[in-house]
Nanobody, 113 residues
Framework: VQLVESGGDLVQPGGSLRLSCAAS????????MNWYRQAPGKERELVAS????????DYTDSVKGRFTISRDNDKSMMYLQMNSLKPEDTAVYYC???????WGKGTLVTVSS
């Protein structure tokens, strides 16, 4: 199993980023997929989830209306579109399949002026 996150960068408050997660080594299309983040000095938290066929999506309250999770099962890819970024969104972002204890190295998002 391999999960590779990418797309993190330094961005100003109010800006946007699109994160990608490339998955391999397992049947991506049958798993609910999730984005997590871990801010400095804080515990890792669940940010967003998407069901196998993208018919159910859920977000933590702090990102609702700003972030959009999506997936492409044909490409075994998952995405997180992040708009109206705030300094408190600064964190390392990870993707994970529900029920599987595999993590990638994450991608760093820094929101700062």
């Amino acid at each position: 199993v391999q999960l590779v996150e990418s797309g993190g960068d330094l961005v100003q408050p109010g800006g946007s980023l699109r994160l990608s997660c490339a998955a391999s080594g397992f049947a991506f299309s049958v798993y609910t997929m999730n984005w997590y983040r871990q801010a400095p000095g804080k515990e890792r938290e669940l940010v967003a989830s998407i069901s196998r066929k993208s018919d159910f999506r859920d977000y933590t309250d702090s990102v609702k209306g700003r972030f959009t999770i999506s997936r492409d099962n044909d490409k075994s890819m998952m995405y997180l579109q992040m708009n109206s970024l705030k300094p408190e969104d600064t964190a390392v972002y990870y993707c994970r399949a529900t029920g599987m204890d595999y993590w990638g190295k994450g991608t760093l998002v820094t929101v700062s002026s």
